[in-house]
């Protein structure tokens, strides 16, 4: 297990290869894991995986979520997604699959990336429960049975929602909300635990879950299922509730050497987002933040994979380490491919903005900014974030008076101008 065997003091060939990935020195990435502040989503069972770091000093990574619907289960499809993904600079994947054939679309998507996979056990625990009868018919055993057989099948990081309590239910209830619940797992919890009068079994068993986490070194990611839905609901005392559990949670896995990942909040305000990020931080203890945007405004359906940008650069400029992207069809309808695609250049820009004013990975922008002066084009391509795309648009209004320049200045290249008679000084 990386974090047990990280406060032992050894390094694990995993902890050296996010040393050299990351530019850190080992001692640096060891006593990090050690601390809960990194980690290292790599299940046992994985044979072929590019080992991600995500934490504290570490690059800001960005997670593509795919899978299946009740109305679209192809297969095929999510896979294709999962692949482009990953080819456009995803770090990890995560399959949410409700629809067809779930095991499947796992399985083959954990073949056909080599990224850390994650997933959301309970979604599949409540869909299996509903064809038997209803979604609250599922037991704890049915929870349990199924996080193991995704940890079996090698998942490496799973979904959680240990923090919706009996005690977060109820100031939700007490103070209201315009959007209530909008975590599809939070919901499903909730509902079990209004219909049956119990505590939620994630809570109420989470040393068994650690058990389970222990023997694939599983990672938890502690679900925000209290997470805001809209900005009206943003910071309220049900989201703060969780919170609060959460970091409970976070130090009794890590006295089991058990990694843990703290999910953040959905929709905030932009005056909101540090504030959150810093509480995070100080409740569960420095543990790896991971943030679904933050949503910054309600009213950009079709184009909220950049209203999830501006949310991420912030949130991960304050301290959050890790980026769930958010795609043009959030709100709307199952992705797309190229809805994939968008969604994590989004976020991918959004991490490295954060990253340059953390002071990582500013020579890119430096070695961009002697290419435009140059005007090399091969060069700006090569150190693009989406090289496809600048080479499109360039390809479609190509220069016509001045090869070297392009089609907005043409002659009057203000960057040619200038160097021309700097040169002459």
């Keep these: 297990m990386q974090m047990a065997e990280a406060r032992r003091g050894a390094a694990t060939e995993e902890m050296q290869a996010v040393a050299r990935a990351e530019g850190k020195s080992i001692e640096y990435i060891v006593r990090m894991l050690a601390q809960g502040r990194i980690v290292i989503p790599r299940n046992v069972k994985r044979e072929r995986i590019e080992i991600k770091g995500i934490g504290e000093g570490l690059r800001t990574k960005v997670n593509a979520n795919v899978g299946t619907s009740p109305d679209y289960a192809s297969v095929e499809e999510e896979v294709e997604k999962a692949k482009v993904a990953v080819r456009y600079g995803a770090d990890t994947v995560m399959d949410l699959s409700i629809g067809g054939e779930i095991d499947e679309v796992r399985r083959r998507i954990l073949k056909a990336v080599e990224v850390p996979v994650g997933t959301v056990p309970i979604y599949q625990a409540a869909i299996e429960a509903a064809e038997r009868g209803s979604l609250v018919d599922m037991t704890s055993d049915d929870i349990f049975n199924v996080i193991r057989r995704h940890a079996t099948d090698g998942v490496d990081f799973v979904t959680v929602h240990c923090g919706v309590t009996k005690s977060a239910v109820e100031a939700l209830r007490r103070q209201g909300r315009l959007a209530n619940v909008v975590s599809r797992g939070g919901s499903f919890l909730v509902a079990w635990m209004i219909h049956h009068d119990e505590e939620n079994p994630l809570y109420e068993e989470f040393d068994y879950l650690l058990e389970i986490a222990q023997e694939y070194d599983l990672t938890l990611s502690l679900g925000d299922g209290m997470r805001p839905g809209c900005l009206a609901d943003a910071s309220d005392r049900a989201q703060f509730q969780e919170l ?3 970091g409970e949670l976070v130090e009794r896995a890590w006295a089991k050497d058990v990694q843990v990942i703290v999910e953040g909040p959905g929709h905030l305000p932009l005056n909101h987002i540090e504030a959150n990020v810093k509480l995070q931080k100080s409740i569960c203890k420095g543990a790896p933040f991971y943030v679904l945007g933050p949503i910054v405004t309600d009213i950009a359906p079709g184009y909220d994979h950049i209203v999830g940008a501006i949310g991420g650069a912030m949130a991960a400029w304050t301290g959050a380490d890790f980026l769930c992207y958010v795609t043009p069809s959030e709100h709307l309808c199952l992705p797309s491919l ?3 695609k968008e969604g994590v250049i989004a976020a991918r820009i959004a991490a490295h903005v954060a990253d340059i004013a953390k002071g990582i990975d500013v020579d ?6 002697i290419a435009r002066k140059e005007l090399n084009w091969t060069r700006q391509f090569e150190l693009a ?3 496809e795309k600048a080479k499109e648009l ?21 960057v040619k101008i200038a160097s021309e008679y700097l040169a002459k000084l």
Excluded: F, Q, S
């Design 244 to 246: 609060l559990t959460l």
């Design 338 to 340: 190229e809805d994939v």
């Design 385 to 387: 974030i989406d090289p």
């Design 394 to 414: 360039r390809r479609k209004r190509p220069p016509v008076v001045d090869p070297t320049t392009c089609a907005m200045c043409g002659k009057y290249c203000a």
């Design 364 to 369: 890119r922008d430096a070695e961009m900014a």
